[in-house]
């Protein structure tokens, strides 16, 4: 299930985790508090450019940006309504402004921008190495633990899940909208805890007896590269870019 | 339900994210590393439950399971539900980075809201029956918070997001019952076949032996 993008030698691909966590943050900073269409006219380019780099396909990035999407139509057929100003559009009593759906615009817009840099940058990394990365750059080592216990045992479980789904399929299980299908998955949530939990008492066993006591080791050999310090750089003064554009 | 990037404004996403991190640090404060692997796992197992589709007429609702992460993870619930979101953000394009703060403390405040009020009250010597009513009022009263939390960070943004709000809070009354049943079948669930699994704070005895260990 886990749908992080193979990596496949591009030049995005290759680029130091941590750089990449780095850029991705600071980028989605600058582009979330960004007003002016220039500024996000500038980083849509940036996006695209990262799309085309990474060499990602195009039919997974529309399968992950459908979810945000469809988000974001609620969002531009409700805000206008509610913002006042010139009337664009009228339909049967109800006025669409112009102030509004610029408003909207802007939000599609940088919606999209910061979703297309996290799927380049972020989705494509092995997903340990987010977390050591995450804990080169500061973040709390107890947190970045979780994060990678997680990633170690979401596949297991979705597996054990689906191997429940099966057995209730044999059974002619058909969820229905009725109080027989919430007691089922109730149960079956019910069930993914206690396995969990029994498996968790076990890894912490094992674990302790190999002598663990709140440590994971980092074993990606992180190497901060020419190329890394090029692409570091590019990116610091997009987004200084960005923010003078946005400060002008 | 989560709140994508590009829409809350600059003091809220920065407001939403100290208040998270907070939450986030009181709960790593509370987990010793005895807990870590328990954390991790039972974040990766809600992770897995959160995919669970319930069909309502042509359409369908995923569940939240904030109230029953705050039953099982109390303050942890709050480094479990980051480390939940940032990947669903980053896998499946389902909120955001700089959304971040405000989704977590949207799942993370009702969760704690649940483990004060019902979690710590759950105990293995409760008749089962007491037992789901509890985990069906803490299920369906977190479905109403995380709601409630999503549309006052909305709301701060800009008044006009009222609707949108509103919208969303309406949406969810279908997933607050639904929820409900859930949230007290599951723990319903773990009362009968393991209830010391129930007793707050969990104790470490070893589990019953399994084959695939």
């Known amino acids: 299930m886990i749908i992080f993008e193979a990596t496949n030698g591009s030049l995005i691909h290759r680029i130091d985790p941590r750089v990449r966590v780095a850029a991705a943050c600071a980028f989605a900073a600058v582009v979330c508090l960004s007003h002016r269409l220039v500024a996000l006219e500038i980083a849509l380019a940036a996006a695209l450019g990262l799309v085309v780099l990474g060499r990602l396909s195009i039919v997974s990035i529309l399968g992950r940006i459908k979810a945000l999407n469809l988000f974001i139509l609620v969002i531009v057929l409700l805000l206008p309504l509610f913002i006042p100003g010139e009337p664009a559009i009228r339909i049967s009593g109800l006025t669409w402004t112009r102030e509004g759906l610029h408003r909207a615009g802007l939000i599609a817009l940088r919606a999209n921008i910061i979703m297309l840099a996290m799927i380049c940058l972020l989705a494509t990394m092995e997903p340990a190495h987010l977390g050591f990365a995450l804990r080169k750059l ?106 003078w554009i946005q400060l002008r | 339900m989560h709140i994508p990037d590009g829409i809350l404004s600059g003091p809220v996403i920065g407001a939403t994210c100290l208040l998270g991190a907070a939450g ?24 897995v439950a959160s995919l669970i589709h319930v069909p309502i007429g042509v359409s369908s609702t995923h569940l939240l399971l904030c109230g029953l992460m705050g039953f099982f993870l109390g303050w942890a619930a709050f480094p479990a ?36 009020l019902f979690g710590v009250r759950l105990g293995p010597a409760m008749a089962g029956r007491t037992v789901f009513w509890l985990g069906f009022v803490g299920g369906a009263l977190s479905v109403v918070l995380a709601t409630v939390v999503a549309g006052i960070t909305l709301y701060a943004t800009g008044r006009e997001f009222l609707a949108a709000a509103g919208a969303i809070l309406v949406g969810h009354i279908p997933v607050v019952v639904i929820e409900g049943f859930v949230t007290g079948s599951a723990v319903a669930f773990v009362h009968k076949v393991r209830p010391e699994l129930l007793a707050c704070p969990l104790p470490t005895s070893p589990p019953k032996e399994h084959p695939d260990a």
């Not at chain 1, 007691?183 to 674990?207: C, E, N, P």
């Not at chain 2, 509370?30 to 990766?44: H, N, Q, T, V, Y």
């Open chain 1, 138 to 243: 500061g973040v709390p080592e107890k947190l970045t633990h979780v994060l990678l216990f997680m990633i170690r045992y979401v596949e297991l479980f979705h597996q054990e899940y689906h191997r429940l789904r099966d057995a209730l399929r044999l059974r002619a299980f058909r969820p229905a909208c009725n109080r027989h299908t919430f007691r089922t998955f109730g149960y079956i949530v019910g069930l993914l805890l206690v396995r969990s939990m029994d498996r968790a008492q076990r890894v912490l066993d094992a674990m302790k007896c190999r002598g663990f006591h709140g440590r994971l080791y980092v074993l990606a050999p992180f190497r901060f590269t020419p190329a890394d310090a090029a692409f570091a750089l590019l990116a610091a003064g997009l987004v200084i870019l960005l923010s």
């Open chain 2, 24 to 47: 986030v640090l009181v709960g790593l404060r509370r987990l010793d590393f005895s807990k870590i692997p328990r954390a991790g796992i039972l974040a990766s197992a809600f992770f």
């Open chain 2, 81 to 116: 539900l980051a480390v939940a979101l940032l990947l669903q953000a980053i896998l499946f394009g389902f909120g955001g980075l700089t959304s971040l703060g405000a989704n977590v403390l949207a799942m993370g405040v009702p969760a704690v809201v649940c483990y004060y």
